[in-house]
């Protein structure tokens, strides 16, 4: 698995957030039962390399995780993405605080 990862920078941001149009559909779906819609639409509020979360004592936590769970290889090539669903205020940073890519 290692071998198929690519290298990733924040060159890359355009492509990364095109790529989260389709998966966030993908991931979430549409609704859940008594709220239809409900991640139909959402804002990106960061999508940015983990190497480049270092030092930003907000999202240093979430690089620490990274680095602590998935190994070098992984979080050198992975993103933190925070996203805000617009349809669910109760849900929005909370829920999307779990995906990372």
Do not use: H
Not at 59 to 72: H, L, R, S, V
């Amino acid at each position: 698995m290692l071998n198929e990862l690519e290298e990733t920078s924040i060159k890359d941001k355009k492509e990364i957030i095109e790529s989260l149009i389709s998966l966030i559909p993908k991931t979430y779906g549409t609704s859940i039962e008594e709220f239809p819609d409900i991640y139909t639409q959402c804002n990106i509020v960061i999508a940015k390399p983990f190497p480049e979360t270092v030092g930003n004592e907000e999202e240093g936590d979430y690089f620490k995780m990274a680095k602590t769970f998935c190994g070098k290889e992984i979080y050198r090539n992975s993103w933190l993405i925070r996203l805000d669903f617009l349809r669910a205020p109760g849900a929005n940073l909370a829920q999307a605080e779990d995906s990372i890519l």
